[in-house]
């Protein structure tokens, strides 16, 4: 009969040894890192842990405690994960995730926040051979850098260059060339002229076009393949 009364006292003993058996000390898995963040964009760290019984995880930035009320940083998946929204210059420093169960020592990652370098935005403009394009109710250029000519005319033709300009310095593309293109178009009508047989008469022309026109002669609605004078522009 004592044997029997103690079993229970045996088999909480046994239970108790194993839970103990089963307890691990804090082991992080997922070791923090160099996060490169852009200003005013979200920056994560990720610190996961395996342990048993759970552990406690706790965030430190430049060796300073981060608490779980500061309105600054997010903390989600039981401590597992930290948030700092729309960074700032200010945010840049070291952080450490801390992982502690009261098993054997607390596990520790650190990692650190860096922000992207931001060069200034360019200030675009245009340049047509070597003089500043103007801007004018024809002539604008877009938010994006892109120039927009409306009502294109002969004098638009040339070569244009984007010029980019920020406090580091300046830059220039590759020239492009705009040639503009026009129907022909008679310049100098042939006037209406009275001769005498076997005299000579001359017909005048002129026209203008982009590609530049060629002149020919018609007689009666026919072409007319004897010497004409014309000229184009």
């Known amino acids: 009969m ?17 839970g103990e058996a089963l307890q691990r000390a804090p082991r992080i898995t997922t070791l923090l890192e160099t996060v490169d963040a852009s200003l ?92 500043l394009v103007k801007v004018n109710n024809r002539i604008s250029i877009l938010e994006s850098g892109s120039l927009k000519i409306n009502n294109i005319k002969k004098e638009d033709a040339g070569q244009y260059r984007c010029v980019a300009r920020n406090s580091f310095g ?22 209406e002229k009275k001769v005498q047989i076997g005299s000579e008469v001359s017909l005048e022309c002129s026209a203008t076009g982009n590609p530049i026109p060629s002149i020919t002669w018609l007689e009666n609605g026919n072409t007319d393949q004897r010497q004409s004078t014309g000229r184009s522009q």
């Open 40 to 131: 005013d964009h979200n920056a994560t760290f990720i610190c996961e842990v395996d342990s048993h019984p759970q552990a406690d995880i706790t965030w430190t930035r430049n060796n300073y405690p981060i608490r779980y009320y500061d309105s600054r940083y997010i903390i989600q998946e039981n401590g597992q994960m930290l948030i700092i929204p729309n960074v700032k210059d200010t945010d840049s420093g070291e952080y450490c995730c801390i992982a502690n169960n009261g098993v054997g020592d607390a596990a520790k990652s650190c990692g650190a926040l860096q922000l992207k370098m931001r060069f200034p935005k360019p200030q675009i403009s245009w340049i047509k051979e070597d003089d």
């Open 170 to 191: 300046m830059a220039y593309s590759r020239p492009v060339i705009i040639e503009v293109q026009a129907p022909a178009k008679i310049l100098k009508v042939p006037k």
């Open 2 to 18: 004592k044997d029997l009364k103690s079993l229970p006292v045996l088999l909480f003993w046994a239970g108790w040894s194993l």
